[in-house]
């Protein structure tokens, strides 16, 4: 019989990549993906945990689909992900619908996961691996069918003191090249276009195997090499790690998309200090400098916290400067959220209170939404080659795509294009997007 599967994914773009993990795990046991939960037998919730709002939102996602339950008493319940493995069996405590808890490492167990949850029990595997890659799994489900996720690492050995991710997703780990090619051929023949190189932190990507040791930038290199209409993307680079090898290589090849996501966090050394970082102020100008220098046209996106323990006035305005001199093109920006266990919850106070954060990061955001403004308006009349995705939201009278520096472009023109690359002049912009006709 026919099980029919639906899957909510919260977070990141791994996240992303692992929900096509469990749905090819579970495709084994004759699970089928479905597009709305009122028809699922089986509900994954993939979560994150990163700050807890994030955390909120599940908590809530569930109460609302707490009638399924009562509709459908046969359903069975999973969270999967960073919350999962976070909270453990305090899950259940606190959420009776939940069934399993499955965390990031333990995705090959579900199907006997599920089995356990049939027979009325609740099922729990929070055991995170040394080695798991799941490079052997080939994703299941498709996105858009133009662009795809690769995971390439599991984990990360940073330890910055704010994340929590090195608890709940275990030390890292580097997947097979072979199987990373292989993935990134199949969506090429299947009609994908661009495929997007994931891992905490892609620059420290490194795979021995006898006397040979492949890096980054080599791995990309490979991946760029499988025929130049696939665009490769790569998220995220960390500061300390982004080499010259792969700046060098990005210039050289047309395919690898000019756009380096480098999270900065902050402006003020003492800061990145707290944050164990493992950079300051000036070793980060000297990476946003390498990348002018060796690709002039790369965008620079990155992430920023407002009101880490102990920030001052002086440290916020560091920021703000750090921001104004590398102009960044896009910015994900946040106020600090104490994530339990993490080394700043143990080690230091959360000291600065929630209206200073608040205050702080409307002048981070003011201050971006100026610098995204400008990044825009150094497109106009430029032409730009734009990978077509689909239907923009607004119209289906105009089509969208990036750029290869990650800017939405928005330009009249025919759906059968999806898929393609065509050339667009931009014509007007906004902070967001970028606005032209083909030529
Ligand atoms: S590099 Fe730092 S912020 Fe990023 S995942 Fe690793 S520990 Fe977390």
Redesign the pocket.
């Known amino acids: 019989m026919e099980k029919k599967l639906y899957i909510e994914t919260y977070g990141c773009q791994m996240n992303i990549a692992d929900s096509d993990v469990i749905a090819s795990v579970l495709s084994g046991t004759g699970h089928r993906l479905v597009k709305d939960p009122g028809e699922a037998g089986l509900i994954l919730i993939n979560t994150c945990s990163v700050r807890e709002n994030a955390e909120q939102r599940v908590l809530n996602r569930l109460k609302q689909l707490r009638h399924l339950k009562k509709k459908n008493p046969g359903l069975i319940v999973g969270l999967a992900g960073c919350m999962a493995e976070r909270l453990r069996e305090k899950l259940f405590d606190t959420e009776d619908l939940i069934d399993i808890v499955a965390g990031p490492d333990s995705y090959r167990d579900l199907p006997s996961l599920v089995a356990e949850a049939a027979s009325g029990k609740k099922a729990m595997n929070v055991q995170l691996s040394r080695c798991e890659t799941y490079s052997d799994i080939l994703p299941h489900s498709g996105h858009d069918g133009i662009s795809a996720f690769i995971s390439i690492t599991r984990g990360?050995n940073?330890?910055?003191s704010y994340?929590i991710?090195?608890y709940v997703r275990g030390a890292e780990r580097s997947r097979n090249p072979e199987s990373i090619l292989g993935e990134a051929r199949m969506h090429f023949e299947s009609g994908f276009r661009e495929v997007t190189l994931l891992g905490?932190?892609v620059d420290s990507y490194k795979w021995v195997s006898g006397n040979e040791t492949i890096e980054f930038h080599a791995l990309i290199a490979a991946v760029a090499g499988i025929d130049p209409r696939l665009r490769v993307r790569f998220t995220?680079s960390?500061p300390k790690d982004l080499s010259e090898e792969l700046l060098k290589t990005m210039a050289e090849q047309n395919n690898i998309c000019k756009h380096i996501h480098l999270p900065v966090q902050s402006g003020s050394s003492r800061i990145l200090r707290l944050m164990n970082r493992e950079y300051t102020r000036e070793d980060y100008m000297s990476r946003i400098e390498a990348i002018r220098r060796i690709i002039p046209e790369c965008s620079v996106s990155t992430d920023i916290i407002s009101g880490f323990c102990t920030e001052t006035d002086e440290d916020h305005r560091e920021t703000l400067s750090l921001m104004e001199w590398a102009g960044f093109d896009f910015a994900f920006m946040f106020r600090y959220s104490e994530r339990p266990g993490t080394r700043a919850a143990r080690k230091l106070r959360d000291d600065v209170p929630e209206e200073v954060k608040t205050k702080r990061l409307n002048e981070i955001i003011s201050l971006q939404n100026s610098l995204s403004l400008r990044s825009k308006k150094n497109d106009l009349g430029k032409i730009h080659e734009v990978l077509v995705e689909g239907y923009s939201k607004r119209s289906k009278e105009d089509l969208t795509g990036r750029t290869s520096q990650n800017k939405v472009v928005v330009f009249p023109g025919d759906y059968r294009k999806r898929g393609d690359y065509v050339n667009v002049l931009i014509e007007k912009y906004t902070s967001a997007t970028l606005k032209g006709r083909i030529i």
Request: proline content about 9%; glycine content about 0%; overall charge neutral.
């Open positions: 990360c940073n330890m910055c994340c991710v090195p905490q932190n995220t960390h």
